[in-house]
Nanobody
């Protein structure tokens, strides 16, 4: 069974930065595509970023392009989301996600979710 454990959330002022981490365990991580989603109160879960572990190719949601960067550390089985130039509208619970044998393009393709970590951006 795959387990995803996120960390790194918190409260930051607008314009600041945070780095989220997601530790993957339970299976061979190179077989999975990884990603990040977020969900604000009263809104649907939104795609943020994705990376194919074996290929390193990345993709981003339009609202975060140029500000967020997804990356991996193979030695630690960890996926990161570096968030810069944060805005109040980035406030949400951020979820790590994994999809077996494919790149994540929507929430319907996700096989495993983390428990979520809160990010709050104050104005």
């Amino acid at each position: 069974q795959v387990q995803l454990v996120e960390s790194g959330g918190g409260t930051v002022q607008a314009g600041g930065s945070l780095r989220l981490s997601c530790v993957f365990s339970g299976r061979t991580i190179s077989s999975y595509g990884m990603g990040w989603f977020r969900q604000a109160p009263g809104k649907e879960r939104e795609f943020v970023a994705a990376i194919k572990w074996s290929a390193g190719s990345t993709r981003y949601g339009d609202s975060v392009k140029g500000r967020f960067t997804i990356s991996t550390d193979n030695t630690k089985n960890t996926v990161y989301l570096q968030m810069n130039s944060l805005k109040p509208e980035d406030t949400a619970v951020y979820y790590c996600a994994a999809r077996f044998a494919g790149t994540i393009t929507s929430r319907y393709e996700v096989n495993y979710w983390g428990q979520g970590t809160q990010v709050t951006v104050s104005s």
